[in-house]
Structures are given as C-alpha cells and as structure tokens.
C-alpha cells in the first residue's frame, strides 16, 4: 500500500522521459554524505508546479529528451543542514554569493534542478549539477554548451518557469516567492 504524499505536493515518478536522481539523498553531493530529510527515488513538487511540469516533460519528450531531476521540493531541515555545513566547512561564501540559500525557493515545493539526456547521456551543459563556481552561470560558456543551456531554459521558460542566472540546472515558478517554506520530510512511498 502506498503512503499518502502530504498537501500540498504531487510525486515526481521515474519513468523512460522522466529520471529522478535525487543525489541529496545520497552520499553523492556537495557535502559527500546523505542530507536529512531525503529519500531515495522520492521528489515532489507542489501542486501549482507540477502541471506545467508534466508538460515540460511532455515536450522534452516529443523533441526526443529525457528530463532528470535531482532536486525538487527540499525540507527546510535540509537547507539549515546545507547552510550549516558550508559555515562548518569553511565555505561560508557559498551562503554570501547565493550558491546555497538560508531560505530556498526549493523549500516550497516550487523550484527543480533538472538536465537533459538524449539516448541516455546527458547533453553537455559545461558543469556538472551543483557546480558552485562561474561557470556554472547560464551564460558563462559557449557553443554547445550554451545551445543546450538555451534549449533548456526555452523549454522551461514555455511554461512560465524561471532560471538562476547562477545556476543552469536551477528553475522556478515565476510567483515562487508568495509560497511558503515546509519541512516536511521526504517518506518512502510506493
């Protein structure tokens, strides 16, 4: 029996068009350790984002893509442990430069880390997901690289998501902000 995804947030489900790889609950990521609050396999979104969603999963679909997505909505015990350890680390610039957020849009369910694949590799964004460096922003690179970055903000952009400028895997609702944070912490369903 499955458990009951709490209000107000939609599950994300793994499927050939749409990969859920979420790496914060996994010892791979930026802290190298698993991050409170995460589960494996389990995103969700709240349910005002995950309609227009759903079509920019349909839409990289029909253009032969696969989305994967590493993070959607984030308990806000996750973003206090993330903002703790960048302090602990010595990496307090993270928190100062807006690379990690004392409060995330992520927190209401409202924003999505996402990349591309064709034929299941990625497309060559420039850096990895979570890559704190300049690079990392949308417009710091070219050819290629760029062309898949503005494929990608398109795609979003289409559907009234709006990117990080610091980040190229990072969207949101355009209204993100009047949303609430939650901590509500990720539960295995089925």
């Known amino acids: 029996m499955s458990l009951c995804i709490p ?3 939609r599950k994300l489900y793994s499927t050939q068009n749409l990969i859920i790889h979420n790496l ?28 227009s969603f ?54 209401g369910g409202v924003a999505i880390d996402l990349g591309l694949m064709k034929d299941g590799v990625y497309l060559d964004m420039g850096t990895q997901w979570d890559d704190f460096s300049e690079k990392s922003h949308i417009h710091n690179v070219s050819g290629i690289q760029l062309q898949n970055r503005m494929l990608l903000q398109g795609m979003m952009r289409t559907q009234g998501w709006v990117g990080y400028t610091k980040e190229w895997w990072h969207f949101e609702l355009k209204n993100a902000e009047k949303y609430p944070s939650h901590n509500i912490r990720y539960v295995q369903s089925q």
Not at 72 to 94: D, F, G, H, N
């Open 54 to 107: 759903m079509n920019i999963v349909r839409i990289a679909d029909s253009m032969g893509f696969s989305i994967v997505v590493w993070d959607a909505y984030r308990p806000y015990c996750a973003t206090e442990e993330m903002v703790q350890w960048a302090i602990s680390s010595q990496k307090a610039w993270l928190v100062e430069e807006g690379y990690i957020a004392k409060r995330s849009r992520h927190n």
């Open 24 to 51: 914060y609950a996994t010892s791979k990521n930026f802290t190298s350790k698993p991050i409170s609050g995460y589960v494996s396999g389990e995103l969700w979104l709240h349910k005002d984002a995950y309609p």
């Open 7 to 9: 209000e107000p947030f």
